[in-house]
């Protein structure tokens, strides 16, 4: 173990939420230099303190050992591509959300808050109307003309399919691709179903690899009315029996730093 990579991982992900080092150690009930000293590589966590680490800085234990979350510098990009099956749009609700707020969801919870989104124009012209420029939810949306590449993008993490994604280590799952050492890869369930999603590093040369969800995560595409309704009849039931509010970005804006106020 590394005291430097992890304390270094610590500090990314804690100012990445905008907590100050008290807020940490108020959090694991420690003072702040203990804080201090892991970030400063002079000392590590104890083990009984790893796991409500992982889950206050949303990551996993491995991750915080490894040191690996601040290898990269963060500066992805999201492009979303409306692409949907027949009888479905923008704004086609699955159970209470419309479609694309499913699709916009994933990227916030990655944490890439600037979007370019393309489609159909009435579908385009849909989002324009109900989210503007996002700066509602604390991201930035455009629409329509490609953006001039920007040098300092790390890479894209694109989503030009509608699937259904849920589960409790959907989020970690995410960010050890942005973070971690993975080549280009595209999503697919765990039992090897491409889901639309992928990430392209923009130093990467080689192919893009499949990579595989965990089996906690719930994850198919929907290319049918009939699995719109599969993915509504989770959405409800997952609600009602959790208390979850499936993509409500409004709320994944908050809970993810991107607002300061309570939705």
């Known amino acids: 173990m590394d005291a430097l990579k992890v304390g270094r991982s610590i500090a990314f992900l804690r100012k990445r939420y905008r907590m100050t080092q008290r807020t940490l150690a108020d959090c694991l009930h420690i003072s702040d230099k203990a804080v201090s000293k892991w970030e400063r590589g002079l000392a590590v966590p104890d083990v009984s303190l790893l796991g409500k680490l992982s889950v206050i ?10 040191g690996n979350i601040a290898s990269f510098d963060v500066r992805w990009n999201g492009v979303l591509t409306m692409e949907y099956p027949k009888g479905i749009e923008a704004s086609t609700l699955i159970y209470d959300k419309p479609a694309v707020y499913l699709q916009l969801s994933y990227f916030m919870l990655a944490g890439i808050t600037d979007i370019y989104i393309r489609g159909k124009s009435s579908d385009v ?4 109307e109900h989210l503007d420029s996002g700066e509602s ?12 590449r920007n040098d300092d993008i790390t890479g894209t993490m694109q989503v030009y399919g509608l699937s259904f994604l849920y589960g409790k280590d959907l989020t970690k799952s995410f960010r050890r691709i942005l973070y971690g050492a993975h080549s280009s890869c595209r999503l ?7 889901l639309g999603i992928q990430f392209d590093r923009a130093s990467a040369m080689c192919q893009r690899i499949g990579l595989k ?3 906690g995560v719930v994850a ?5 009315l009939q699995d719109l309704h599969t993915a509504s009849s989770l959405t409800h039931l997952i609600q009602q029996s959790m208390n979850e509010n499936i993509c409500a970005l409004s709320e994944i804006a908050y809970h993810r730093g991107l607002l300061h106020e309570t939705p």
């Open 125 to 128: 012209g849909w989002v324009k």
């Open 137 to 148: 939810l604390g991201i930035s949306l455009s629409y329509g003309e490609e953006k001039e």
């Open 188 to 194: 697919e369930s765990y039992r090897g179903i491409p």
């Open 57 to 66: 800085l949303d990551t996993d234990i491995e991750s915080i050992l490894e």
């Open 213 to 215: 969800l965990e089996r």
């Open 220 to 224: 198919f595409p929907i290319q049918s």
